[in-house]
């Protein structure tokens, strides 16, 4: 038996009203869905679980769109606010729903917030939430809770033990809609520390077998 052919991986500017955004196309052989995920606000797309993704979700027939944000796209370090990361990333996410696919958006920290707040105008069909910020570090009391449970799609968190923007015990209850997967280890950054029982590449299979499963199940 031989194996799919695959397709190279391509990139592609969108301007947006926060100036030009990049797209990095992962294609699925057979693509059945695509899932298109924003960065964070400390980096970028090679983040160590949107990589991970980008890697394995394609054999699954899922393409994956890893999205850099104009901020980033221009070198600059520093996040913009909410209304322009928001901008930034619209234009992106509808020439994406209209290549015919469904969609599903998403992103890791800010860029989950992202999608979040757009994925409903955006015509995706879920959200995916790796390492939701639900509160800055040590600031429980400043909830980002309502971003979440408003996201209006069906809702997939992954979410580190030991996240310190919120663990999954941290999390509110979650509507139907709305699924949590706790790792059972893993900082903000789904890294893992050395002595932990749950090693790196194990940890991110689960998330990456989590996620795909999802979004089949979704599409």
């Known amino acids: 038996m031989t194996a799919a052919r695959t397709a190279p991986v391509t990139t592609e500017p969108v301007p947006t009203p926060a100036g030009e955004a990049r797209i990095t196309?992962?294609?699925a052989p057979a693509p059945?869905?695509?899932l298109a995920l924003g960065h964070g606000a400390g980096g970028g797309i090679e983040a160590r679980d949107l990589a991970a993704l980008a890697a394995a979700l394609p054999a699954r027939g899922v393409s994956v769109a890893l999205v850099e944000q104009p901020?980033?796209?221009?070198g600059r370090k520093v996040a913009p606010a909410t209304k322009t990361l928001d901008a930034g990333w619209e234009p992106v996410a509808g020439r994406l729903a209209g290549a015919g696919l469904p969609l599903v958006v998403g992103?890791?920290?800010a860029g989950a917030r992202v999608a979040c707040r757009t994925g409903a105008a955006s015509g995706a069909?879920?959200?995916v939430a790796l390492?939701?910020?639900l509160h800055p570090p040590g600031r429980p009391e400043k909830s980002r809770a309502g971003e979440l449970l408003g996201s209006g799609l069906p809702t997939l968190v992954v979410q580190g033990a030991t996240d310190p923007f919120g663990a999954p015990a941290e999390f509110p209850e979650l509507p139907a809609s709305h699924e949590l997967v706790?790792?059972?280890?893993g900082n903000h950054g789904f890294e893992v520390a050395k002595r932990a029982a749950t090693g790196q590449r194990e940890l991110l299979d689960l998330l990456v077998s989590a996620v795909g499963d999802w979004v089949l199940r979704v599409v």
């Open 25 to 27: 196309l992962h294609p």
């Open 32 to 34: 059945r869905a695509v």
């Open 71 to 74: 901020w980033r796209v221009a």
């Open 107 to 109: 992103g890791r920290s």
């Open 125 to 127: 069909v879920g959200v």
């Open 131 to 133: 390492a939701f910020p």
């Open 182 to 185: 706790a790792l059972p280890a």
